[in-house]
């Protein structure tokens, strides 16, 4: 079949197929607004994954099934469709995809675990964006205003309840050290920590031994800074190194 151009302007470029252009361009900057929206929070919090992932992640999955519901339209609407497309499995190919998104932003470094808030957050924006893609644009506006109110909200509130603090820490020690488990935790009582004898890991070689082990305040009101407490610990003897890093997991 022989197409002339006047033919394909008004089967690609007539009044219908502007109505759905602009009906999905909105989807489109509907859901980077919104992704971006909720993106401001973790670049706010100095997260790696800011405005301009998010919203692109809202964009596309709003594209991505905006698309599905004019399949009529493909190919100029000249195009047979034997079965019409599931859209639950777009949806599911969406979300799996922006799954593995999240998980290259969950870093662990030691025993900290960071990013699980961004990777969730970020499958959100796509969950916002198939909300846009289908026409329910108030559940996708609540849903975004619901992430961030939770998300700013929450993180308060943790910061006022009552949690445990845990530092992993690395000694090397002199190699005529005295130290046992039971000195180690003698040390630590006074500054109420609490040694966990089972995560001690010794490494020992001829310019030292090297102690390995986990702490824990109960009450993180008491605890003092984690400054005061390297200085008081490098002030024992035998200590030539000393690392502390916070344990998150």
């Not at 699980?116 to 975004?144: D, E, N």
């Not at 929450?154 to 039971?182: A, D, G, Y």
Request: aromatic share 10%.
């Amino acid at each position: 079949m022989i197409y002339t151009w006047q033919d394909l302007l008004a089967q690609y470029w007539g009044g219908a197929k502007w109505q759905i252009n602009l009906l999905v361009i909105a989807n489109l900057l509907g859901g980077l607004c919104l992704g971006s929206l909720l993106g401001y929070e973790r670049w706010y919090n100095g997260r790696a994954a800011g405005m301009r992932t998010y919203g692109l992640v809202c964009m596309a999955s709003a594209a991505a099934v905006s698309i599905i519901g004019y399949v009529g339209y493909w190919y100029g609407g000249d195009a047979p469709v034997a079965t019409p497309p599931d859209m639950t499995r777009v949806a599911q190919g969406v979300l799996t995809g922006i799954g593995f998104l999240g998980a290259g932003m969950i870093m662990k470094e030691g025993l900290s675990i960071s990013g699980l808030t961004s990777a969730a957050s970020v499958w959100m924006s796509s969950v916002i964006g198939i909300l846009i893609g289908v026409g329910f644009y108030g559940a996708a506006i609540a849903l975004t205003l619901l992430c961030m109110v939770f998300v700013t909200v929450v993180n308060r509130i943790e910061s006022i309840l009552p949690r445990r603090v845990s530092l992993f820490v690395n000694v090397k020690l002199s190699p005529e050290h005295n130290w046992t488990v039971e000195t180690l935790a003698g040390r630590l009582n006074p500054f109420g920590l609490r040694l966990h004898e089972e995560s001690i890991s010794i490494q020992a070689d001829a310019s030292g031994t090297r102690w390995s082990f986990m702490i824990s305040a109960q009450n993180r009101r008491t605890f003092i800074s984690v400054v005061d407490l390297a200085r008081d610990i490098m002030a024992a003897d035998h200590i030539l190194e000393l690392d502390l890093q916070p344990a998150r997991n």
